[in-house]
């Protein structure tokens, strides 16, 4: 078994991820190093219609480019009275020629959206699809989903996103008013970057016997 340390580079440029992530992959035993370290991957575009496709199309583009076994992840929320809206679209869901998405352009236009809708029919989870890929094209892809509602008004600062209006039942408050600590406790992601490390010494193995990674 080798005893040099994996590097994992994390390919994402949403801060609020970066920090979740390097809490949720802290005992990997892995070198990881964010995007920023690698200039050369510029914007990687989601052409997928899936949170999996997404997610894979992300770790694939970064490890092909960086060299480096990668971990992205593609998440979003999805409403039940909007038939899972706004799905992979989640970041982008305000963007207007000119005028890119906001989170808080993104909150406003789903609490519009939502106006008439009772708080028993609102409904909604975070979706995460957490990817591992190697250079040479090895893939690995994990789910995990958050159970919850969306709130009448945003409340809190914490987190990132659409966490200010996402009521979190495990502590009947809006995600953006947990810490770092309650909300990987019980997230879409920390359930989809579980699963994937349950899968990972596996896949590690598999690729150094491959000669994919050192
Ligand atoms: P990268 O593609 O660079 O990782 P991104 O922000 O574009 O960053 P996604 O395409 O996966 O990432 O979009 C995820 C969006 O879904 C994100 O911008 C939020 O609006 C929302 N989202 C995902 N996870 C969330 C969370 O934990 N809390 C709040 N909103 C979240």
Not at 27 to 53: K, W
Not at 108 to 120: G, H, M, N, S, T
Not at 188 to 194: E, N, Y
């Amino acid at each position: 078994m080798s005893n040099v340390k994996t590097t994992i580079v994390l390919a994402t440029r949403n801060a609020g991820k970066v920090r979740e992530l390097h809490a949720l992959l802290e005992d990997m035993d892995c070198r990881v190093l964010g995007l920023d370290a690698f200039p050369e991957v510029g914007d990687i575009p989601e052409t997928g219609t899936t949170f999996e496709e997404n997610a894979l199309i992300k770790a694939k583009t970064a490890a092909m480019l960086t060299g480096h076994i990668a971990v992205a992840d593609d998440s979003g929320l999805a409403v039940d009275a909007l038939h899972g809206a706004p799905g992979v679209y989640s970041a982008r869901f305000s963007d207007r020629p000119g005028y890119p998405a906001t989170d808080a352009a993104n909150i406003a236009k789903l609490l519009d959206l939502l106006r008439d809708v009772p708080q028993e029919r609102r409904t909604a989870r975070f979706i995460c699809a957490a990817a591992a890929a190697t250079p040479d094209g090895m893939t690995l892809v994990r789910r995990g989903q958050w159970e919850g509602a969306i709130a009448a008004r945003p409340r809190g600062t914490n987190g990132f996103g659409y966490d200010p209006v996402f009521v979190a039942p495990e502590y009947g408050r809006h995600a953006a008013e947990l810490d770092a600590v309650q909300k990987n406790a019980v997230s879409h992601r920390r359930k989809a970057f579980a699963a994937l490390r349950e899968a990972w010494p596996e896949f590690l193995q598999t690729a150094r016997r491959q000669g994919a990674i050192a």
